[in-house]
């Protein structure tokens, strides 16, 4: 007898992008990511407006994704979504959506935590995908984490450090801002620092024992370093821009690696993957090169539009939960706390 063709729907909208996408057999069909602009007026996120932006977007984005996956609503198997974290108002708008449909089509209710999630976006089935071996180490980077996690299979998952402040992407974001780029100044600052030298000015990195790390000092660093160049020329970051971006590119991407080496060396894992929106950066993946060629390292990098926030990682997640059986009853709800 001929199996059924499994279709899973994946929503995402846990900051905000609000994002769906299609998956069957570890293939995604489509992949639909709004982003929300709205926010570059206020130099951030500001929850309640991408709330509204979710509410705005979500049937639109869902009903384009099935529309390019060629498929009806009534052929999906399943529908997972993000329950956390994130911000809870942005959350509860696909928690509900999901929810309402997963009743209404009478199919599973699959929950996804986004920080498994960007992990387990490395097991799409895409060319520019190449699935990593268990067990591994995974660095999240984005806007919102930074965190070491090691992987010993799609669920069994140990956070081996992270954060105690801002997240690498909030480095990269909130000292940008300092310097006057637009939000999300992290994809601006690596373009400028192309063209700087990344050894003219010094940073402090802070001395976080462990696996953890601290971008707050980082940050404070980096504002009184500024005005204090801006008291003697005021065209100070004008003139010497590309420098400063690529300076502060270095010493952040400095803390990062240094803490991903102590991790494996202490585990003795060398298959080491990264994820999130700050693994776009070029020097992120030429530093993981380098190192990958030093330490002996097999390193996945994931494809571009699957870092940054999307929900064909929430949809591979929900297809690995969907073959386990790991369904969510309509009890579930948003966790904007919640952990790996
Ligand atoms: O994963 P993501 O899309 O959303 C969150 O979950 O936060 O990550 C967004 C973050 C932003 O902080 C943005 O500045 C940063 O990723 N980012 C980059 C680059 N591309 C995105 N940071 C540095 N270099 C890049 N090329
Ligand atoms: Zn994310």
Redesign the pocket.
Known sequence: METKRTYILGIES??D?TAAAVISDSIILSNVVASQSIHELYGGVVPELASREHQKLILPVVEKVLKEAGISVNDLSAVAFTNGPGLVGSLMVGTSFAKSMSLALDIPLISVN?MQA?ILAHFIDDPENDNPDFPFLALTI????TQIVKVNSAFDMQVLGETLDD?A??A??KSGKVIGLKY????Q??KLSKNGDPNKYTFTKPKVDGLNFSFSGLKTNFLNFINKENRINENFINDNLNSICASL?KVIVEILMDKLVLASKQTNIKTIVIC???S???K?RSELKINSEKYGWKIHIPKLSY???NAAMIAITGQLKFESELFSDLETSANPRLKI
């Open positions: 846990s900051c992008d986004h960007h984005s806007g919102g984490h997240a992407g909030e990269f974001d999300p100044a992290g994809p600052i690596d590119q999130g929106g700050v776009a950066n070029s992120v870092t940054t926030d």
